[in-house]
């Protein structure tokens, strides 16, 4: 008999907690490590509990970012997997995650069947990819120079968010210069030409967020 599967889970809602620690607890072969409410913490948790995953939520209010909470957890030696869960699915969410090291990235509107075998796949070092995510990583492959990297999403996300050029360069440690280029390319690849534009059809197309 194989060992259990021991899941690390960090989500900084209460409600969305419980719920996942009933679904865990309920299924064979998972054993529920720890839990953490914020990025800090699952870094933590997860260096201290050393898990084989870690179900790992994005928006995790004012503390770090999932992604770089995600970032932290696999730079360290034997990292557990970590398994993405969370409600958005725009290109910027899906490459920050991929990008830091995520395993897997599942929707929370996932059947708990779909779940339970990303988690088993995520244990065993496979990928394990929601529909849309998929398809929204294979139409970036198939269409690579209309598709904004992960650095102009970035720069776009901040944008979105009513940095000025010189605030981004500041936020980003690169020149002005360099963020009038990328937003060159942006404007070009969206057919815009106007950051209002930009941001609006970015947003439109599931690119990034809704500000």
């Given at each position: ?35 953490a ?27 770090i ?11 360290g ?35 708990p ?28 492959m ?5 598709t ?44 815009v030409d106007?950051?209002?534009a ?14």
């Open positions: 008999m194989s060992d259990p599967i021991r899941i690390l889970l960090v989500d900084d809602h209460p409600v969305v907690r419980s719920g996942l620690r009933a679904m865990l607890l309920d299924q064979p072969g998972f054993v529920l490590a720890g839990e409410a914020t990025g800090e913490e699952g870094v933590a948790e997860a260096r201290r509990l050393r898990p084989d995953v870690v179900l790992m939520d994005l928006q995790l209010g004012a503390g970012h999932g992604s770089e909470a995600t970032r932290q957890i696999t730079a030696p034997d990292a557990p997997r970590v398994l993405v869960l969370t409600t958005f699915d725009t290109d910027s969410d899906i490459l920050a995650a991929i990008e830091a090291g995520a395993t897997g990235y599942l929707l929370k509107d996932a059947p069947d779909r779940l339970y075998a990303a988690i088993r796949s995520a244990a065993a070092g496979d990928s394990a990819l929601a529909p849309s995510v998929a398809s929204r990583l294979l139409g970036r198939r269409t690579p120079a209309a904004l990297t992960g650095r102009e999403l970035e720069v776009l996300g901040l944008v979105a968010e009513g940095l000025s050029n010189r605030q981004i360069s500041r936020r980003l440690f690169l020149s002005e210069t360099t963020i009038k280029t990328h937003l060159v390319h942006i404007y070009a690849k969206l057919g106007s950051r209002t930009a941001v609006a059809a970015a947003t439109r197309r599931g690119l990034i967020r809704p500000s």
